[in-house]
């Protein structure tokens, strides 16, 4: 049994805790929230026994073995990195950080604490991605890969309203790319590795992020094409062109119908059948990997954490979209 803490009572945290309760090894025992009257709340809803209004009370605590961090994208580092010195094991929400720099010490803290880190982005763990990665060869050499994720908020209303919430608030290392944009490029990385070359653009808005933008990279005899947005809805789906095929994508960010349309006009459905639960997976991998020692994901492994932040830090260097959090780091963090 892993007896896990949560960090977040938002609904992202809610749908975790759904997906991993169907997981006999799981079990929630702790919950952190910044207000004592939303962590009563939050541990009436979900049979919590242990709540937290400090977070290195909860971290110390010999009430939990992990802990599920889905805090704003600004505090991830301090928090799993406070974790990990604990000696408890890290599942954080995507993006894993603000920045590389901060990935690369979180990645620092994992091993010198020889706990399990690992990001929390479900797509590349899900049975139609792994799908994907078993019939890829039948499309032969592969020359484009385009992903595409463009889901207008609810939130920019409140924003065109003069309301800035933490989605649009670079305070907390949001915006486009980092919430939605990493949904196309962590699967693209996760892969083909990490491109040669990074050209972005993106349209960014008065509170300092980005509110769309796109991404062109550059392979070895291929490249990539992927765009996000928070501020427009798009409704054609990504795919994977080869020379002998395409394999075809309904949703970059948890596909349930995946094909290959080969050039002589047959198609082959290699769609999997998936939990409705989506995130189920990512749970699953995390508590496996700590039952068995292991100390990191294959698909979700350090080194594809590092390279998808590298790319959006080259990108956001390009487009001028600048943290807080960056200008922060210390150059020895």
């Given at each position: 049994m892993i007896r896990f803490g949560v960090i977040g009572t938002n609904w992202i945290t809610e749908a975790f805790i759904e997906a991993a309760r169907q997981l006999a090894d799981f079990q929630l025992t702790a919950v952190y929230s910044r207000t004592e009257e939303k962590a009563n709340e939050f541990a009436a809803k979900h049979g919590i026994t242990h709540i937290f209004t400090d977070l290195e009370a909860m971290a110390s605590s010999d009430q939990i073995?992990?802990?599920?961090i889905a805090s704003p994208n600004s505090y991830h580092a301090a928090q799993a990195i406070m974790y990990m010195n604990h000696g408890k094991h890290v599942l954080c929400e995507k993006p894993l950080a603000s920045n590389a720099r901060e990935v690369q010490a979180m990645i620092k803290a994992?091993?010198?604490?020889?706990v399990v880190l690992m990001e929390a982005l479900k797509s590349t763990l899900l049975p139609n991605f792994i799908s994907i990665q078993q019939h890829l060869h039948k499309i032969g050499p592969v020359r484009r890969y385009f992903a595409s994720y463009c889901q207008y908020s609810s939130r920019y209303d409140a924003y065109k309203q003069g309301t800035i919430l933490n989605a649009f608030n670079p305070v907390y290392s949001n915006g486009a790319l980092m919430d939605l944009g990493i949904y196309c490029l962590y699967p693209m990385i996760g892969l083909f590795g990490k491109p040669d070359t990074v050209q972005a653009n993106a349209v960014m808005l008065d509170s300092g992020v980005d509110g769309?933008?796109?991404?062109?990279?550059?392979?070895?005899?291929?490249?990539?094409?992927?765009?996000?947005?928070?501020i427009t809805n798009s409704y054609v789906p990504s795919e994977i062109q080869g020379e002998n095929g395409s394999i075809i994508m309904n949703k970059i960010s948890e596909p349930?119908?995946?094909?290959?349309?080969?050039?002589?006009?047959?198609?082959?459905?290699?769609?999997?059948?998936?939990?409705n639960s989506t995130m189920f997976y990512e749970a699953e991998e995390f508590i496996n990997l700590i039952k068995s020692g292991k100390?990191?994901?294959?698909?979700?492994?350090?080194?594809n954490s590092?390279?998808?932040?590298e790319v959006m830090d080259q990108a956001r260097r390009q487009t001028g979209l600048i943290y807080p959090a960056d200008t922060a780091m210390t150059s020895d963090s």
């Open positions: 073995d992990a802990v599920y994992a091993n010198s604490n020889n769309e933008g796109s991404i062109l990279l550059k392979y070895e005899g291929m490249d990539a094409v992927v765009m996000y947005s928070k349930d119908k995946v094909e290959i349309r080969y050039r002589d006009g047959s198609v082959e459905d290699i769609s999997q059948p998936q939990n100390l990191e994901s294959v698909n979700n492994a350090h080194a590092i390279a998808v932040m």
